[in-house]
C-alpha cells in the first residue's frame, strides 16, 4: 500500500477545501529538513487500519462532510497506484489536491487531467537545489514541472524558508537566493503572476538531518522581507 498515515480532517491543507490529509510513502529527495523522514524510504504493506480510515473517508464523503482531499507525502507521483487512489477520491465527489517536489514531470502531465489543485515546492535557487535537498538530480526535470504546474486548475508554488548546511556552517535561505529563485520560476515559466507561497521553517524533535533540531524557526522579520522582495517580482506572494 502506498498510503503510510492519513490525517482524517484538516481545513488548512486545501485552501478553501475541508477533508483529509493522505500521506504516501517514499520519497525521492532527501531534504534534511524534512518533518516526516520516516516517510522517506520506500516501505509498504498492508495496513488494515488504513483501509478501515479510506472506508471511514468514504463515508463522511457520502454524508457531505469532505469536499476537498490533499494527497501529500513522502512524494506521491512516485507511484504508479496513485493514479487509483484520485480515482477512489473522485468517486467519493471530492476535489483532490497534490503536493509535489516536482521531479516526475511525466507523471504530472498525465495528472492534469485528474487533479483540481496542485502545489509544487520550490526548494531554493537552482545553483543550491542539490546542497538544499542534499541529492544530485537533473534540474531539468524542476524546469520542466514548473511550466507544466501552471496548466493545472488551480495551483501554487511555494518554498518554505529553510535552514540547510553550506560550507559546515547551517544558515537560513537569504533574501537573495529566494529572489534569484523566484526570477528563476519567472523566466523558466515566463509568468510573473503565480501564486507563491512563503512558510516558515519550524523545528521539532524528528527532522531527518538532527543537526537543523538546535535551529530556530524561520524569523518573521525575514519572512516578511522577503516577502516584500518577492512581491516586486510575483504581486501574488503571501506568507502561511
Not at 516501505?43 to 482531499?69: R, V
Request: with cysteine; aromatic share 8%; glycine share 4%.
Amino acid at each position: 500500500m502506498i498510503i503510510k498515515k492519513i490525517i482524517s480532517e484538516s481545513s488548512i491543507d486545501y485552501p478553501g477545501k475541508f477533508g483529509p490529509v493522505i500521506f504516501t510513502q517514499g520519497c525521492n529527495f532527501n531534504c534534511g529538513f524534512c518533518h516526516n523522514p520516516e516517510l522517506i524510504s520506500l516501505k509498504l504493506d498492508e495496513d488494515k487500519q488504513i483501509l478501515q480510515q479510506l472506508n471511514n473517508i468514504k463515508q463522511k464523503a457520502k454524508h457531505g462532510w469532505y469536499n476537498g482531499a490533499c494527497i501529500t507525502g513522502g512524494e506521491p507521483t512516485i507511484h504508479l497506484e496513485l493514479f487509483n487512489l484520485i480515482h477512489q477520491l473522485k468517486e467519493m465527489k471530492l476535489d483532490v489536491k497534490l503536493d509535489t517536489n516536482g521531479y516526475n514531470p511525466e507523471v504530472l502531465k498525465k495528472l492534469k487531467e485528474v487533479i483540481d489543485y496542485c502545489a509544487m515546492d520550490v526548494k531554493g535557487p537552482k545553483e543550491l537545489y542539490s546542497s538544499i535537498i542534499q541529492k544530485n538530480i537533473d534540474i531539468s526535470k524542476i524546469e520542466e514541472s514548473m511550466k507544466i504546474v501552471q496548466e493545472f486548475p488551480d495551483y501554487e508554488f511555494r518554498m518554505t524558508i529553510v535552514p540547510f548546511i553550506r560550507d559546515k556552517e547551517i544558515s537560513f535561505l537569504t533574501e537573495d537566493e529566494v529572489e534569484l529563485a523566484v526570477k528563476w520560476l519567472v523566466d523558466v515559466t515566463g509568468n510573473n503572476q503565480h501564486t507563491f507561497v512563503l512558510q516558515k521553517f519550524i523545528p521539532i524533535n524528528n527532522l531527518n538531518d538532527k543537526s537543523l533540531e538546535k535551529m530556530p524557526e524561520t524569523p518573521d522579520d525575514l519572512l516578511k522581507k522577503i516577502q516584500e522582495r518577492v512581491k516586486k517580482i510575483l504581486p501574488n506572494c503571501r506568507i502561511r
